[in-house]
């Protein structure tokens, strides 16, 4: 599933090429996936100019300038190709610099589109065609006033963002904000019984947390992911969240997490799980732990039903 770096890495590739484009046309291929009225589409968004892109956690969020904005959820096989139209040809190669894509990774990145994937297609101005490719059919695309983004319902219930302002995501700062500390202390102590990784994975109580990076962050943090919130202290957690800003950096920096054929505004396949510590090293040395001449390999066990990557040196249940 894209996650909070991922679908970051989608708004600001999306954001080079579409801001200022019209919406002149929207082909609707599965109905479940477009969760618009036919009033609303001929109202509010045919002809409608886009004029920026926001992300709150996972959630794409384009502003249209008739006050409305499109909230896309790629969910667990979601994706969104950019194509350009150049010499009559839609699917000119995915290098070209106006071609981009993200999101799963499945060949529908790089294929010929549209596929038996694909859901929705914005046909937009400067010959640009936008596809919404879902094979599972579990993402969506709604309607909803610009100005009433904050009391959307999905919206409401999200816990903060691990960044607070668009320059926290300066590689070299992994401070967390005192504010957004303060939220996510408050917010994961109400689950002071359950394992900390079902707790960050919980996106009431933190932003954007997937798989990937809870077990990344953990790793770092030196928690077992079976550790109750209860038996970590203040210092323990706000170090486990410093590491998630931090594996969330390295990430955004490197595109992106998925393993194949994503690529980013600039044709580039997303590379960070070439830097990956732990996840999907199942069997592989510890890096800390060969580093300190030990010899622990990395295990995969099951938390929060995921597979779950984790260094049984390293990270010990604590009572």
């Not at 096989?77 to 139209?85: A, C, F």
């Not at 297609?121 to 936008?130: A, G, Q, V």
């Not at 707790?199 to 953990?218: K, P």
Request: hydrophobic share 40%; aromatic share 8%.
């Amino acid at each position: 599933m894209p996650e909070l770096p991922e679908v970051e890495v989608i708004k600001r590739g999306l954001a080079r090429r579409i801001v200022n484009c019209q919406i002149q046309a929207v082909g609707i291929l599965t109905a479940k996936s477009w969760q618009i009225s036919s009033s609303d589409l001929s109202s509010h968004i045919l002809g409608a100019k886009i004029i920026g892109l926001q992300r709150r956690a996972k959630l794409l969020i384009i502003n249209l300038n008739s006050g409305f904005s499109l909230l896309i959820h790629l969910k667990m096989t979601g994706q969104l190709v950019l194509r350009q139209k150049i010499n009559n040809d839609i699917l000119a190669n995915i290098s070209n610099s106006q071609n981009w894509a993200g999101g799963h990774p499945t060949n529908s990145l790089i294929g010929k589109l549209p596929d038996s994937s694909s859901r929705i297609i914005f046909t937009l101005s400067d010959n640009y065609k936008l596809f919404f490719n879902d094979q599972r059919m579990f993402g969506w695309i709604k309607l909803i006033k610009t100005n009433s983004l904050n009391t959307f319902e999905f919206i409401k219930k999200l816990g903060p963002e691990p960044f607070k302002t668009e320059s926290d995501y300066k590689a070299y700062n992994t401070t967390p904000d005192k504010i957004v500390f303060e939220e996510f202390i408050s917010r994961i102590k109400r689950h002071k019984n359950s394992n900390i990784k079902a707790s960050i994975l919980d996106q009431t109580v933190l932003a954007g947390v997937g798989n990937i990076y809870a077990d990344e962050s953990l790793w770092m943090s030196k928690i077992h992911p079976l550790q109750k919130v209860n038996n970590l202290s203040d210092k323990q957690l706000y170090n486990l969240l410093a590491n998630i800003i931090k594996v969330m950096k390295l990430s955004i920096k490197h595109g992106g997490s998925t393993a194949r054929n994503y690529v980013d505004s600039l044709g580039n396949r997303g590379s960070y799980l070439k830097f990956a510590k732990v996840f999907r090293r199942e069997g592989q040395l510890c890096p800390r732990c060969l580093f300190q001449n030990r010899s622990s390999r990395i295990i995969k066990i099951k938390v929060a039903g995921r597979g779950t990557h984790i260094c049984p040196y390293c990270q010990k249940i604590k009572t």
